[in-house]
């Protein structure tokens, strides 16, 4: 085939792969959809969700002033103010523009399949970033991993309405548009850069690590010497642009001026532009003039620099370094100062196991990658070998933060497996043009020694090897393009894809494609068992509730509550207000009389917590309970403390053994109550594996309004205070002796 009939056949193939990866990466998103059905998946979701259902039904106006009334209460949400509104603005449009041309689809429905749609044009921007770095197929290459990678997967498949679902495509498009700004030295693509970091920072928090790596990476090219007009082009097009554009959202706000996380890129912009002013000068003055001014040019502007920092942080003009930026670098600084952010699951370090689970054979490809972006050493690889070694800490810190490296691991892992294959698959002609060489050299070799055989017979002989010798050993130094080495290499890669395929398929329909909400177990005969008490639950509060009526709960099922069940929440997942939190923790870990006190003075209604003890749920309350009590102590150290829930042998019981504290405190009686009824008073807690005592806790002032048929929620009605003045335990006493009075006089 011609060199023209291949180009045009690659032509062709590649817009064809690079479309079928993308169907690849939807489908394999949609195991959710087809084993249970098209539902919002997880808490933070939830919110999400209800937040798009207000923005396409009151307009986009009505949305920036929204006030929630019915979270946070008694303090509500200002909406507008405290969110990311990129997921939802983009869901609404999408929504428009399909009821625009008569395609009647469901907000919800549009939600659902997001995250699967924004995975194929991630994909594809893979394959432009990895292009630039290398070529064409490993572009393909990277396309391929990234759209079947588990890590990025467990954030993307169907249902899964988070702010990951499209900030991963954008984190992705917008270092594709740096390189190419940088590469290019073009304002244009320096502003494409600008524009896609905005639309970052209105998805996800996470927009701070473009904020820092892209600076990072101008800093680094400074300091390698590799200055360039394209690097000033390309940066301060970006800074100034992508500043001021994320500036408009409220959450943000002054943020980039103001705060420590983002003077990294304000001082790279400013040295930037005092490279680009010696420059000018250099042109000006001679070299020794030039050396005199640069040397006390950098003293004054590093003192006073240094000088106005110091100032501004002193005096509170600059903020100081968020507790979630500490926890990055110190992972015990959450436990012992922010114990509420250490409670969350996924803030906790990864375990190396994670790794391979998530990200398979490109584990070992990640690092051969690397080293090959150390070979090249452009500017471009410069930025590839930056990403690479702050995203391996952070996701070795936090298992949330796994997301944002893999998307390099794929970049990384395509280049070396792409050059692999060059290497073994391409016809190469070392060994065809060393043994020609060979042959040819030998011949000449042979003539000379005719030509000079009288000179020879003069001369004495050397002991130095002869022409035709180098030339045999150099042709067997290329081993490995022999065709049986070839194609015992290309059967292991091969077999690599088929088990990385595999891999992925079995991790996604498995782990990833559950929805936290309804829940699937298995019968002794290996039939399957759907669990959906949370809907159960959720669905009893909506019918069975007042429309002011306010539910008290931990923060893990405040946005479920709020989307599902349309009720009025204390707190919610959004945690920005800890004391408030506290209050909740201090409820749940205090006697019933104390944890009345704060129900009435915050005019709850009911009280919802999870019990997994009948089906073996481990995610249940008492298993979170020891975060509610560290949470509270920090607050109300005088009224809660964590020794006082643990045995004299430091044990954290909850059978006979648990302490009189452990005993006495609101969420053991709610959790533990009538348990004992069940299976004629032999009862074993199936997740904390304890018989539990024959006599179970009582209540006096909650009284038991709804349990789900599984017993894995339980809700609570809070009772009023007694028409005759006594003390609830008293009257519930009273009602019991009166119950069984009466009882007793019937069987007479």
Known sequence: MSAESTSTVAKVLKPTILILIALVAISSRLFSIIRFESVIHEFDPWFNYRTTQ???????????NWFDEKSWYP???VVGG???????????????????????????NVCVFLAPVFSGLTAFSAYLLTKELKDSS?????????GVAPGYISRSVAGSYDNEGIAIFLLVFTFFLWIKAVKTGSAFFGLLTALFYFYMVSAWGGYVFITNLVPLHAFALLLMGRYSNRLYVSYSTFYAVGTLLSMQIPFVGFQPTRTSEHMAALGVFGLLQLCAFAQLIRGHVTPKQFRTLLKGGITIITLVSVGV???LSASGVIAPFTGRFYSLYDTNYAKIHIPIIASVSEHQPTAWTSFFFDLHMLVFLFPAGVYLCFKELKDEHVFVILYSVFASYFAGVMVRLMLTLTPIVCVAAAIAYSTLLDTYLEKSSHLETSNADASAT??????????????????PAKPTPTKAGEAESKAKRFPIFTWDARAIVIMQLTYFLFMFAWHCTYVTSGSYSSPSIVLASRHHDGSQFIIDDFREAY????KNTKDDAKVMSWWDYGYQMAGMANITTLVDNNTWNNTHIATVGKAM?????TAYEVLRRHDVDYVLVLFGGVIGYSGDDINKFLWMIRIAEGVYPNEVKEANFFTARGEYKVDQDATPTMKESLMYKMSYYRFSELNGGHTTDHVRGVRMPSEGPTLSVLEEAYTTINWLVRIYKVKDLDNLGRHLKDASSFDKGKTRKVSSLKRK
């Open 589 to 593: 870990a205090v006697n019933e009389d």
């Open 442 to 459: 030998a011949g000449a070799a042979t003539g000379d020694a005719k030509a000079g055989s009288s000179t020879a017979k003069k001369a």
């Open 82 to 108: 405290t969110v990311y509104p990129g997921i939802m603005v983009t869901s609404a449009i999408i929504h428009n523009v399909l009821h625009f041309f008569n395609f009647p689809v469901d907000i919800r």
């Open 54 to 64: 207000h923005l396409v039904k009151n307009g986009f106006y009505e949305f920036w």
């Open 539 to 542: 669905y009893w509060l909506r």
């Open 75 to 77: 303090l509500g949400r």
């Open 138 to 146: 490993a572009g393909l290459l990277a396309a391929a991993f990234l």
């Open 309 to 311: 920092l110091t100032l």
